[in-house]
């Protein structure tokens, strides 16, 4: 494997930034002098022997020395201590600890009032990065120079490490720059790569350099190559720029900024863009997400996806779900709330990428809405709400125009005896169009609907004393309901139709329902307890008892079947290792199961997992989706992960990927294949230190 001077560089300073924040960490005591021969305020001394020499103003400690101080501990077979300058120097079999680090060494010195000190022939271990360093020297020359001889780095544990950086001299300025002479880096002893000298930022925040190039081939682009560059433009900034290079596409430049501001705001604007050799023309895509409040009661967001024409994706298209996209959607809002009420404007844009072109494509541009929250109405038990909205129906084939739905309501909660709870709603629909159409629907129009619902429920709850275990009780919470709605029924046709919102359907339906919670409550005595929903379950169905209605696969139903579907809602979590999910309607008049969605996740809780989830959709979809994940065989980890279309009779996609994993490091191999397109990849990491990014050979 080529490894280029860039990545490495990153890496070393990454190391070297993560050791010296340790020696950092160690060689800043602060010890409280006194002015006499007591042991100083804040230092404790314990030793076999612990004398003071008044003159020298030196305390002398020999035999099981331990010295405490500012959370750190020093151990070592002799130890002085020089109060009028403020060196210490410990001797023999010299261990430092301090929040589980340990720095071990033959000698140690450092003076308390500038924080120099030196090491000779240290062994340093910090235990969040499980990071070893090993030098003949370690010293701190000044308030942020260092300077390292002989020195080794790793996070491998064991006296051969799988990985190893090594120096001859470092000399380092935090925040500034350092100098590294015969730097190598190791693989199981054996050198692999050699520069006599390198120059490398030594930074604690982000820093900026080129990332580890991408190189692979395509059915569709060629053989690629990529030099990625990382700019750290500020602490809240970043901009990523990618030079890509496509023998059978051309040259094209992507561009990834990100930034973090106050109060969550954020945002990511991506693109990428290439004049494509094979159809000599410009094509790109352009992507943008943003939330930015301007007041505590104002906010913009966004969320756009355009590209240069309908086949980029199924061209450039990366991830699962996207190169086979149907609809690619735009939008844009600004929203605004105070207390109970809440108002926004939005613009829509949507892109059918199937059709030959977009002239037909219904736009909305813009959306504004404006709602009230309910509140209580003049002095009586009813509560009024009010949702209202304006729709600019836009597009170049077809019809287009307003519409302006206005949707008052009262609602009546209440609490009935035998633990029965009343809920009911209703109020009255008005809608009016301004249309541009040369058919009926032409001009201003409009209509009213009233409508109605309300439902009666009726919790029953039990709790049940287990103490298996950590399971200390289980309640269990039945919660039966019927409930009722209503819309008017009038003659629509002569409305214009933009979408299902303009034809609501007059009915009335009454349904029940029957809802299933339990839950765990676990914990030990003395400890807080931890509630845990083990299983949620719920059947409904509804009966028509006058008009039409529409679901999901149907639109209008025949009136002669006056049953709903049937729907089972269902999820399960026995356990930390068990995950089971169910939604699915079934039709009784057919005899047909409508949709069905039915997942389960199995997990030992040490890598090794397996699960499938399924999507039936009656004459419109039919796949299952598989993961498997193995890691008994070690050191090596399979993962298999197939999308696989009863519908089609085919696979839409298969991911496999194999792992080779140490303990400081590991090689993944993956192939991936779907339709037009094959690819395999490998990345090699180093724990601790980041990957070396991926490689595609073929």
Same mark, same amino acid.
């Given at each position: 494997?080529?490894?280029?001077?860039?990545?490495?560089?990153?890496?070393?300073?990454?190391?070297?930034?993560?050791?010296?924040?340790?020696?950092?960490?160690?060689?800043?005591?602060?010890?409280?002098?006194?002015?006499?021969?007591?042991? +100083?305020?804040?230092?404790?001394?314990?030793?076999?022997?612990?004398?003071?020499?008044?003159?020298?103003?030196?305390?002398?400690? &020999?035999?099981?020395?331990?010295?405490?101080?500012?959370?750190?501990?020093?151990?070592?077979?002799?130890?002085?201590?020089?109060?009028?300058?403020?060196?210490?120097?410990?001797?023999?079999?010299?261990?430092?600890?301090?929040?589980?680090?340990?720095?071990?060494?033959?000698?140690?010195?450092?003076?308390?009032?500038?924080?120099?000190?030196?090491?000779?022939?240290?062994?340093?271990?910090?235990?969040?990065?499980?990071?070893? =360093?090993?030098?003949?020297?370690?010293?701190?020359?000044?308030?942020?120079?260092?300077?390292?001889?002989?020195?080794?780095?790793?996070?491998?544990?064991?006296?051969?490490?799988?990985?190893?950086?090594?120096?001859?001299?470092?000399?380092?300025?935090?925040?500034?720059?350092?100098?590294?002479?015969?730097?190598?880096?190791?693989?199981?002893?054996?050198?692999?790569?050699?520069?006599?000298? *390198?120059?490398?930022?030594?930074?604690?925040?982000?820093?900026?350099?080129?990332?580890?190039?991408? *190189?692979?081939?395509?059915?569709?682009?060629?053989?690629?190559?990529? *030099?990625?560059?990382?700019?750290?433009?500020?602490?809240?900034?970043?901009?990523?720029?990618?030079?890509?290079?496509?023998?059978?596409?051309?040259?094209?430049?992507?561009?990834?900024?990100?930034?973090?501001?106050?109060?969550?705001?954020?945002?990511?604007?991506?693109?990428?863009?290439?004049?494509?050799?094979?159809?000599?023309?410009?094509?790109?895509?352009?992507?943008?997400?943003?939330?930015?409040?301007?007041?505590?009661?104002?906010?913009?967001?966004?969320?756009?996806?355009? &590209?240069?024409?309908?086949?980029?994706?199924?061209?450039?298209?990366?991830?699962?779900?996207?190169?086979?996209?149907?609809?690619?959607?735009?939008?844009?809002?600004?929203?605004?709330?105070?207390?109970?009420?809440?108002?926004?404007?939005?613009?829509?844009?949507?892109?059918?990428?199937?059709?030959?072109?977009?002239?037909?494509?219904?736009?909305?541009?813009?959306?504004?809405?404006?709602?009230?929250?309910?509140?209580?109405?003049?002095?009586?038990?009813?509560?009024?709400?009010?949702?209202?909205?304006?729709?600019?129906?836009?597009?170049?084939?077809?019809?287009?125009?307003?519409?302006?739905?206005?949707?008052?309501?009262?609602?009546?909660?209440?609490?009935?005896?035998?633990?029965?709870?009343?809920?009911?709603?209703?109020?009255?629909?008005?809608?009016?169009?301004? =249309?541009?159409?040369?058919?009926?629907?032409?001009?201003?129009?409009?209509?009213?609907?009233?409508?109605?619902?309300?439902?009666?429920?009726?919790?029953?709850?039990?709790?049940?004393?287990?103490?298996?275990?950590?399971?200390?009780?289980?309640?269990?919470?039945?919660?039966?309901?019927?409930?009722?709605?209503?819309?008017?029924?009038?003659?629509?046709?002569?409305?214009?139709?933009?979408?299902?919102?303009?034809?609501?359907? %007059?009915?009335?339906?009454?349904?029940?329902?029957?809802?299933?919670?339990?839950?765990?409550?676990?914990?030990?005595?003395?400890?807080?307890?931890?509630?845990?929903?083990?299983?949620?379950?719920?059947?409904?169905?509804?009966?028509?008892?006058?008009?039409?209605?529409?679901?999901?696969?149907?639109?209008?139903?025949?009136?002669?079947?006056?049953?709903?579907?049937?729907?089972?809602?269902?999820?399960?979590?026995?356990?930390?290792?068990?995950?089971?999910?169910?939604?699915?309607?079934?039709?009784?008049?057919? %005899?047909?199961?409508?949709?069905?969605?039915?997942?389960?996740?199995?997990?030992?809780?040490?890598?090794?997992?397996?699960?499938?989830?399924?999507?039936?959709?009656?004459?419109?979809?039919?796949?299952?989706?598989?993961?498997?994940?193995?890691?008994?065989?070690? +050191?090596?980890?399979?993962?298999?992960?197939?999308?696989?279309?009863?519908?089609?009779?085919?696979?839409?996609?298969?991911?496999?990927?194999?792992?080779?994993?140490?303990?400081?490091?590991?090689?993944?191999?993956?192939?991936?294949?779907?339709?037009?397109?094959?690819?395999?990849?490998?990345?090699?990491?180093?724990?601790?230190?980041?990957?070396?990014?991926? *490689?595609? +050979?073929?």
């Amino acid at each position: 494997m080529n490894v280029n001077n860039d990545h490495m560089v990153t890496m070393i300073s990454r190391s070297v930034t993560i050791f010296l924040g340790v020696v950092l960490l160690f060689l800043s005591p602060r010890i409280s002098t006194a002015a006499d021969a007591q042991v +100083p305020a804040g230092l404790k001394i314990q030793a076999d022997t612990l004398t003071y020499d008044k003159p020298t103003d030196t305390y002398q400690a &020999t035999g099981n020395v331990e010295l405490q101080w500012d959370g750190s501990t020093l151990f070592s077979d002799r130890a002085t201590f020089q109060q009028s300058t403020g060196d210490a120097v410990a001797t023999g079999k010299v261990r430092l600890l301090k929040e589980s680090n340990t720095l071990a060494s033959e000698s140690l010195s450092v003076n308390i009032e500038s924080q120099k000190g030196e090491a000779e022939n240290a062994e340093l271990f910090y235990k969040q990065k499980n990071l070893y =360093v090993k030098g003949r020297r370690l010293a701190k020359t000044g308030l942020e120079d260092y300077r390292l001889e002989q020195a080794t780095f790793t996070t491998c544990d064991g006296p051969s490490p799988g990985w190893k950086f090594s120096a001859s001299k470092l000399n380092v300025t935090l925040d500034e720059y350092g100098t590294a002479r015969n730097v190598l880096f190791y693989v199981k002893g054996i050198p692999l790569f050699y520069t006599p000298y *390198i120059v490398f930022p030594v930074m604690r925040e982000r820093q900026s350099g080129f990332l580890f190039p991408h *190189i692979g081939s395509s059915n569709k682009k060629g053989f690629t190559f990529g *030099i990625p560059y990382y700019w750290a433009v500020s602490p809240s900034q970043d901009l990523t720029v990618d030079v890509d290079v496509q023998t059978k596409r051309g040259v094209g430049l992507g561009l990834d900024y990100r930034y973090l501001g106050n109060a969550g705001n954020h945002g990511n604007l991506a693109g990428y863009g290439i004049y494509d050799t094979q159809q000599r023309r410009e094509r790109g895509e352009v992507k943008l997400v943003q939330l930015q409040s301007i007041a505590t009661d104002l906010a913009f967001r966004s969320d756009l996806d355009l &590209t240069s024409d309908r086949e980029f994706l199924n061209d450039y298209g990366e991830t699962t779900g996207v190169y086979n996209r149907q609809f690619l959607d735009s939008s844009a809002s600004l929203s605004w709330h105070r207390q109970a009420y809440l108002a926004d404007i939005e613009g829509k844009y949507a892109e059918n990428l199937n059709a030959p072109n977009n002239r037909a494509t219904l736009q909305r541009l813009p959306v504004a809405r404006f709602s009230a929250m309910p509140q209580q109405f003049v002095g009586t038990p009813l509560y009024a709400a009010l949702d209202s909205e304006f729709t600019n129906f836009h597009r170049v084939d077809g019809s287009r125009g307003e519409r302006f739905i206005l949707n008052p309501s009262l609602s009546y909660y209440r609490s009935l005896p035998a633990g029965v709870n009343l809920a009911a709603r209703g109020g009255y629909q008005l809608r009016l169009y301004n =249309v541009n159409d040369a058919g009926a629907a032409n001009g201003a129009s409009g209509i009213g609907l009233g409508w109605a619902n309300g439902s009666l429920s009726a919790p029953l709850e039990r709790v049940y004393e287990v103490g298996h275990g950590d399971l200390q009780r289980l309640r269990h919470t039945l919660v039966p309901e019927i409930d009722y709605s209503y819309t008017q029924e009038r003659s629509q046709e002569h409305l214009p139709l933009f979408d299902y919102d303009d034809r609501p359907l %007059g009915q009335q339906l009454v349904g029940w329902a029957l809802t299933s919670y339990l839950t765990g409550r676990y914990g030990t005595s003395g400890a807080a307890p931890d509630y845990r929903e083990l299983l949620f379950f719920r059947l409904s169905q509804g009966y028509q008892l006058s008009g039409s209605r529409r679901d999901l696969l149907n639109m209008v139903d025949d009136d002669r079947d006056r049953l709903t579907d049937l729907r089972l809602e269902m999820r399960a979590k026995p356990d930390q290792h068990l995950t089971v999910n169910l939604d699915s309607r079934y039709n009784p008049n057919l %005899g047909k199961i409508s949709t069905a969605t039915a997942g389960f996740d199995v997990t030992d809780g040490i890598g090794d997992t397996i699960g499938a989830s399924y999507f039936y959709g009656r004459n419109s979809l039919n796949y299952l989706e598989g993961r498997l994940g193995i890691s008994i065989v070690k +050191p090596f980890v399979f993962n298999y992960t197939p999308r696989y279309s009863f519908d089609k009779g085919g696979f839409l996609e298969s991911l496999y990927a194999l792992e080779y994993r140490q303990q400081c490091w590991s090689l993944d191999f993956s192939f991936q294949e779907r339709p037009g397109n094959r690819e395999f990849l490998v990345s090699f990491t180093l724990y601790g230190l980041g990957s070396f990014g991926k *490689i595609k +050979p073929f």
